[in-house]
């Protein structure tokens, strides 16, 4: 038995093995055999920044970079609803139709394979529905908090919380309380459509948590914290 178990092993790419966002997503909860086959079809590569995603053939892993969820209205206006970081999963199952539109905002790395493959997976084997499902179930409540921000929280408590979702989730090792930087993926003007306000009213704000001394700015998108706690601390939570 342990034989076998290192043979499938083997079969497995070291990209694979050595893969982080793998490690406690959905290839984490298959077995060996599974993921040397989930191996053998996936693809590794990278798309460039304002490239369409929609696919109704294959699914797909997040391994860098951000993308966007928009919402197409009829009369062509189009609301930001949504973003996918590192480890996201990227697709839809058990429907053939999702009127959500999936874009890069950043030059992003994706794992993809055929959906064929994990629907069988995941009829075999219930514990990558479990993790379909608490991902669903994760996205749905960043959906919730965000209805809750978007209609309650002042103008500061929205950029403050926004910039502190990018932070987290740009770079997911970050110690809560540390510091971090990064380069904000929206431009003002989309992180006003994202958040209901003006791109004035957006750059006031960044302009007055950079005046607090809570982030730095250099060239207009590159921001650095010393302290995710202080940042937070601005979000009215």
């Not at 928009?70 to 609301?79: A, C, E, V």
């Not at 590192?86 to 950043?106: E, H, N, Q, V």
């Not at 493959?117 to 179930?137: K, N, Q, S």
Request: proline share 3%; net charge positive; with cysteine.
């Amino acid at each position: 038995m342990a034989g076998r178990q290192d043979t499938q092993h083997a079969d497995i790419p070291a990209t694979c093995k050595s893969c982080q966002a793998g490690q406690g997503g959905l290839c984490g909860a298959l077995k060996a055999s599974q993921r040397a086959r989930l191996a053998q079809v996936s693809s590794r590569h990278q798309v460039s920044a304002g490239s369409d995603l929609s696919d109704d053939e294959t699914y797909s892993i997040v391994l860098s970079g951000v993308v966007k969820l928009t919402r197409n209205l009829s009369d062509g206006r189009q609301q930001i609803v949504g973003f996918h970081f590192a480890r996201d999963f990227l697709g839809r199952p058990c429907t053939a139709r999702w009127p959500i539109k999936t874009s890069t905002l950043t030059t992003v790395e994706l794992c993809s394979f055929p959906k064929a493959i994990i629907e069988r997976m995941m009829e075999d084997t219930p514990a990558l529905g479990r993790v379909l499902l608490e991902h669903t179930l994760r996205k749905l409540d960043e959906a919730r908090n965000w209805m809750a921000a978007l209609g309650r929280k002042t103008a500061s408590e929205k950029v403050a919380s926004f910039l502190l979702m990018i932070a987290t989730n740009m770079d997911a090792a970050n110690n809560p309380k540390g510091s971090t930087n990064f380069d904000l993926p929206l431009t003002r003007a989309d992180i006003g459509d994202f958040l209901g306000l003006t791109i004035e009213t957006v750059s006031r704000e960044l302009t007055r948590l950079r005046t607090d001394g809570v982030i730095r700015i250099a060239n207009k998108r590159h921001i650095s914290l010393e302290s995710l706690a202080k940042l937070d601390e601005r979000c009215g939570d």
